[in-house]
Each structure stands twice: as structure tokens, then as C-alpha cells.
């Protein structure tokens, strides 16, 4: 199934290679910066968001952590060089995000690494959908069985 | 105060080795074979001495024997023992004990005989008071002088001791600190190397992949296009700029092109690895680590020695050692030290063996190569700072002293065993536990 994927670098080749990658299978969204993406993301209902951590301005934990209210159900990924990941570490437990991948990346990795992702982004939409919808017929039933009540 | 017994006083009667007469001693002995002239000088000199007489040289060695005395005054012509001999012992046995020889006028060259033997002074009889108090003060204050002169002598030297030991101690910490920073900036010149090379190396590696199946797609429609016959009005054109380009080689070239790049692309990403491995920059703290991640790492970048037909390298890894707590970095530029002399010690011929492996709460690191080795002599200075076999110019024979300081600091040890034209092989203890640590193990 085709997703909208929203890909965040300073980087401007980088940006280039992963839409390169996954253009094919998906709708790709670019930003250079965490404000552009911000931005973006008002416009966009994104699956997946992969973002670099070292940028300047915003970095991609701080990036992740405003899009939390903003886009509950995206998930988020972390590409990074930087290898001390004791932040990493807490953003990943904190909740929010999903994976993080080092840089330099394998583009079959990171495909798998995507396609995973999505997967579970789907699960949890779904599985909510389905709580609405469940919800909605709850409703529905508690009406019909009062009106049944009053004949 | 004259009495002919030894001083009851606790102090003085301690001991009769020179060095421990107190200052401002002032017993002074009488030896006289005559009484008179004993009673005479004793008198004289009690009021302001302790005096102690004595018949003749034997009892005067026995006095000298059990309490020490600042000053013997001897008569040179006395029965039994001559006064020079008592003397000659005395300067001998007794070198804090001043002496002054008393003697008849008419024997002038005995005088002179005591003179060079080691007394201090000379009275002659008959002689007046006067004369005596002043002598006897005059060679009390020179053995006062001469003993603080030898107080003094003996302090200095053993503050220059001292002194010369600590500027050895921070000459080494200087070192230690210079190399540190040096190596400090090196990391860092590293690690920001490898932080901005890491973007382009990475982008490049991954656009490499992508270009090979751009190549190959477009390979695919350039072979089916070719199949087919063109039409007649641009099969010439065609068949000119097939010419013009090379296009028989074009295909081949795009191929080993791409294939170079994507190869030269890979080394790039290793060698940013193995630096941004090496610096640990980011990690500079204390934590567990996996030393053969940073021995495997070390080695990489040595490929000027360990490279592929060099020196020969055996690795003989203990799977079940754990992390251990330590500075990466720090250790890294010990294996980096380590395995550099290992590499150069053994030159074109010879093997380096790496071993890891655990000895209770310890980790074990031993570098052994079956180079030229170490000269005995040379052995115990290996880790003094600036100490250094090879010619002027070659290396700051640094190395091997940073790197004992940094095993130091983590605790650890470092030993080293050579045979010359055998090997050398160099053993590094880290404790795994840095809180379980006891110092002296293994």
C-alpha cells in the first residue's frame, strides 16, 4: 500500500537519495529543516517521518517530540551519525520514536527498516479506526435498543 | 662541675655515636697521666663544662666508649698509650669529638705529628688559664661549625634527592599532558573529519547503489533499441555518433566505472568508521566496552603495517571477555602504540600475535611479536618519558610512557617481557569492573 513518507535533512543530497529510494512505492514529502517540516505536516496526514538528529535550528528529537500532539498515530525514525545515543536512547523509550538508523545506512536495510515501519503504522491505524467504529456502533445500538424500549 | 664518672644525664648517655650528640654538648675530657694538672684544668674549665677526667688513653677510650664527649684534652707524653695514638683513635672512632693535645714545649715535632693526624689545637705546658679557655672555645666552636657543615651537607643532598625526584616525576606528567593534549586534538581533528565525511560518504555509497541499476535499466532499453534495425535516415547519424563517443567501450566503461566508485565509496565509509571508532569522541566517557571492537578498529587504520602482504597478524580473540569499563579512546591509543612498535620491531620478517582473554574480574591484552626485541638495559627505562632507541628524529619515544599512564589510570598494569633477537611481549591487565577493582591485581 502506498504511504506518504515525509523525509527531513539538512542534508540536500541526502534528501535526494531517500526520495530516490522510496518514490517508486510511495508519495515522498521533503523539508530541510525541523520548522519546514512542522510546516508541511499541517498540510499532509504523513505515515512515516524520517528525520537526521544533527541540524541546526531544531534538532530531529526536538522535531519528534513537537510532532507528537500534531500527528499522533506517525511513526518516527531517527537517522543519525552521531553515535552517542544515550538521548536516542530516551527518545525511544519515551515513546516517540519508532527506530532510530545510523548514517551511513544500506539502502536494502533501510527499505526493510521502512516497509516495517509502515506495517505498524498501519496496525495501529487500523486497530483504531476499528475502535471508532466500534464505538459509533455502540452508540447506534444503546439508540436503537431506547427506542425499542418506548414501543 | 668535676666528677669522674660517667654523666647520669639520660640524654647524653643514650648514645656514644657521634651523630647523636645534641647541640651545645659540652663535655670535655681530661686526659692526664698527672693528677694535678687534671684537677688544675678540671677546675678551671667546670664552670662552664661538664668535665671528665681520665688517667691515661685506655680509660680515657672506655669514658669515650660509653657517653660522648664534645672535647678530649690529651697529654701527648703519657705511660701506656701515646697521646697521638688516643688521638689517632679518636679521630678515628670519635670524629665528632674535637681534641686538643697538650705537650711539653721541647716536643715541638710531636705537635706537629698531632697536628696532621687531627687535632684541632695545640696547648703547651706550662700554659695559663686563659689560653686553655680560649682554645677549648675556639675548638668547640669549630667542631660546631664542622658538624652543622656536615648537618647541612647531608640536608642538601637529600633535598636534592627529592628535588631531582620530582622534576623527574613532572617532567613525566608534563609529557603526559602535552601528548594528552596533542592526542586530544587529534581526536577531535579526527572526529570532526570523520562527522563531516560521514554525509557525503554516505549519500555517495548510496547513490552508487542506485546508480548501478540506473545503469543497468538503461543498458537494458540501449541493448533492445540496438536489436532493432533503425530507420534508414538516422541509422547514419546514429552509426556517427556510436563512433564519436566510443560506444563499444562506453558500456563496459559505465560498468567498471561504477563498480570503482561504488568500491572506492565502501573504503571511504569503512575508513570514516574505523576513525569515528578510533576518536570516540562522542563516547568520552567511562563505559563498558568491547575491547575487540577497539583492537579490531586500531588495526584497520594501521594498514600501512598490517595491511594486506605486510606484517603478519595473528588475532587470538577470547569470545566470552566481556565489556569492560574503561575510555575507549585512551585505549585505543594504547593498542595504537603497542601495535606500531610491534610493527616496527619485527619489519620484514616476523609475526605480531594479538591475545585476549579473562582472568577472573581482569581483562588481558597481550601484544607479542617475534622482532629484534629489547636490550636488558633498556628494559627498565622503556616507559620513562622521552626514552627512545630509534635514531634522533623518529618518534618522540613518548609512546610507551602515555601509554603507561593511561593504563595506570584505569587501574591496570602493564608488564613487558623481551629476549633480545627473540621478541617482545607486552601484557596489559584492566580490571572489568572498574568499582571491583584492587589495586596490585592480576
Same mark, same amino acid.
Not at chain 2, 715535632?109 to 705529628?113: G, T
Given at each position: ?31 530541510? $529543516? ?46 543519525t ?5 544515550? $538521548? ?26 521502512? $516497509? ?9 491505524? $487500523?486497530?483504531?479506526?476499528l ?21 | ?18 651523630? @647523636? ?5 659540652? +663535655? ?8 694535678? #694538672? %687534671? ?7 667546670? =664552670? ?8 691515661d ?5 672506655? /669514658? ?22 688516643? #688521638? ?7 670524629? !665528632? ?11 715541638t ?5 698531632a ?5 684541632? !689545637? ?15 672555645? +675556639?675548638?668547640?666552636?669549630? %667542631?660546631?661549625?664542622? /658538624? ?23 617532567? +613525566? ?22 562527522? =563531516? ?5 554516505g @549519500?555517495? *555509497? ?18 533492445? *533499441? ?23 567501450? #562506453?558500456?563496459? !566503461? ?8 561504488? &568500491?572506492?565509496?565502501?573504503?571511504i565509509? !569503512? ?28 588495526i584497520?587504520?594501521?594498514?600501512? *603495517? ?40 619485527? &619489519?620484514?620478517?616476523?609475526?605480531? %600475535?594479538?591475545?585476549?582473554?579473562r ?21 627498565k ?12 628524529g623518529?618518534?618522540? &619515544? ?6 603507561y ?7 591496570g ?7 633480545? &633477537? ?18 596490585? =591485581?592480576?
Open positions: 500500500m502506498a504511504y506518504k513518507i515525509m523525509i527531513v535533512d539538512d542534508e540536500p543530497a541526502n534528501l535526494r537519495l531517500l526520495e530516490r529510494l522510496f518514490r517508486n512505492e510511495h508519495t515522498v514529502v521533503t523539508a530541510e $529543516s525541523g520548522a519546514e517540516a512542522l510546516k508541511a505536516l499541517e498540510q499532509h496526514d504523513v505515515a512515516l517521518l524520517i528525520t537526521d538528529q544533527r541540524m541546526p535550528g531544531m534538532t530531529g528529537i526536538e522535531l519528534v517530540e513537537r510532532t507528537a500532539p500534531l500527528r499522533p498515530h506517525m511513526v518516527r525514525i531517527i537517522l551519525g552521531y553515535t552517542d545515543v544515550e $538521548s536516542l536512547v530516551e527518545a525511544i523509550n519515551g515513546g516517540h520514536v519508532y527506530k532510530y538508523v545510523t548514517k551511513p545506512w544500506n539502502n536494502d536495510d533501510l527499505r526493510l527498516t521502512v $516497509s516495517r515501519a509502515l506495517e505498524y503504522y498501519e496496525t495501529n491505524r $487500523s486497530r483504531h479506526e475502535e471508532m467504529i466500534n464505538r459509533r456502533l455502540v452508540a447506534r445500538l444503546a439508540e436503537i435498543q431506547e427506542l425499542a424500549a418506548l414501543d | 662541675m668535676v666528677t669522674d664518672l660517667p654523666n647520669d644525664n639520660p640524654t647524653t648517655a643514650r648514645l656514644a655515636h657521634p651523630d @647523636f650528640i645534641e647541640e651545645g654538648d659540652d +663535655r670535655i675530657l681530661i686526659v692526664d697521666d698527672e693528677e694535678p #694538672l %687534671r684537677k688544675l684544668f678540671a677546675s678551671c674549665l667546670g =664552670e662552664r663544662y661538664t668535665c671528665v677526667t681520665a688517667r688513653a685506655q680509660e680515657a677510650l672506655v /669514658r669515650l666508649a660509653s657517653d660522648p664527649f664534645a672535647l678530649v684534652i690529651s697529654d701527648v707524653n703519657m705511660p701506656g698509650l701515646s697521646g697521638v695514638e688516643l #688521638l689517632r683513635r679518636v679521630v678515628e672512632h670519635f670524629p !665528632d669529638t674535637a681534641v686538643v693535645m697538650v705537650s711539653g714545649v721541647d716536643r715535632q710531636r705537635v706537629l705529628d697536628m696532621r693526624v687531627g687535632a684541632f !689545637d695545640y696547648l703547651l705546658k706550662p700554659c695559663d688559664m686563659d689560653t686553655l679557655e680560649l682554645t677549648v672555645e +675556639r675548638a668547640l666552636e669549630r %667542631r660546631t661549625l664542622l /658538624r652543622d657543615g656536615r648537618r647541612y651537607k647531608r640536608d642538601l643532598e637529600q633535598r636534592n634527592a627529592e628535588l631531582a625526584r620530582s622534576k623527574a616525576e613532572l617532567e +613525566r606528567l608534563q609529557a603526559q599532558i602535552v601528548h594528552s593534549e596533542k592526542m586530544a586534538s587529534l581526536g577531535q581533528l579526527a572526529a570532526g573529519v570523520a562527522h =563531516e565525511l560521514n554525509n557525503p560518504a @549519500f555517495i *555509497y548510496g547513490n552508487m547503489e542506485l546508480l548501478r541499476q540506473c545503469v543497468a535499466g538503461i543498458e537494458r532499453l540501449q541493448k533492445y *533499441y540496438d536489436s532493432a534495425p533503425l530507420p534508414a535516415e538516422v541509422a547514419g547519424g546514429a552509426a556517427a555518433i556510436k563512433k564519436e563517443i566510443g560506444y563499444d567501450h #562506453l558500456l563496459a !566503461d559505465l560498468h567498471s566505472i561504477v563498480a570503482d566508485c561504488h &568500491g572506492g565509496a565502501e573504503r565509509r !569503512d575508513v570514516v568508521q574505523n576513525l569515528r571508532l578510533f576518536s570516540r569522541l562522542d563516547e568520552a566517557e567511562f563505559k563498558k566496552v568491547d575491547l575487540h571492537e577497539g583492537l579490531d578498529s586500531t584497520r587504520l594501521l594498514s600501512q *603495517y598490517y595491511g594486506a602482504g605486510r606484517v603478519a597478524l595473528e588475532r587470538d580473540y577470547d569470545a566470552a571477555l566481556p565489556p569492560v569499563d574503561c575510555y575507549a579512546g585512551q585505549l585505543n591509543q594504547v593498542w595504537m602504540n603497542l601495535l606500531v612498535n610491534a610493527a616496527q620491531a619485527v &619489519g620484514d620478517a616476523g609475526v605480531v %600475535r594479538v591475545t585476549t582473554r582472568e577472573n574480574e581482569t581483562a588481558i591484552v597481550t601484544i607479542k611479536d617475534t622482532g629484534r626485541g629489547i636490550a636488558p638495559e633498556h628494559l627505562k622503556i616507559f620513562d618519558p622521552f626514552f627512545t632507541t630509534k635514531p634522533v623518529e618518534g618522540t &619515544g613518548l609512546g610507551l610512557s602515555i601509554t599512564g593511561i593504563v595506570e589510570r584505569h587501574g598494569t602493564i608488564k613487558v617481557e623481551s629476549r633480545a &633477537g627473540h621478541g617482545t611481549t607486552f601484557t596489559v591487565a584492566i580490571p572489568i569492573d572498574a568499582g571491583k577493582q584492587s589495586p596490585g =591485581e592480576p
